[in-house]
């Protein structure tokens, strides 16, 4: 009913940027809050960034001063730009929105995930 597709994850190198897109698709009315979440090998999966509808946004610590999102709500569509990469933002990446369809449903979504690689 609702899918989440992730795109722009691939190999980066340390000091170097990437930029993740996730867009939603599917019988959507609107969408509260979008975000990014990653899991490391061995880790558990650990919040990135969120932003709200009206555009409002929290990051983790790890990634503070790095990394910004943003989102096109005509477009249902989040963003992830990554600056300073480093080694340890080696992870798997999750977009994921809380959505509003029709008819009335609220479903939270996750996408399938995008690897991405940081080099030395």
């Known amino acids: 009913q609702v899918q989440l597709v992730e795109s722009g994850g691939g190999l980066g190198q340390a000091g170097g940027s990437l930029r993740l897109s996730c867009a939603a698709s599917?019988?959507?009315?609107?969408?509260?809050?979008m975000g990014w979440y990653r899991q490391a090998p061995g880790k558990q999966r650990g919040l990135v960034a969120v932003i709200t509808s009206g555009g409002r946004t929290n990051y983790g610590d790890s990634v503070k001063g790095r990394f910004t999102i943003s989102r096109d709500n005509a477009k249902n569509t989040v963003y992830l730009q990554m600056n300073s990469l480093k080694p340890e933002d080696t992870a798997v990446y999750y977009c994921?929105?809380?959505?509003?369809?029709?008819?009335?449903?609220?479903?939270?979504?996750w996408g399938q995930g995008t690897p991405v690689t940081v080099s030395p």
């Open positions: 599917g019988s959507i009315v609107s969408i509260n809050n």
């Open positions: 994921n929105a809380g959505t509003i369809t029709t008819p009335y449903r609220y479903l939270d979504v």
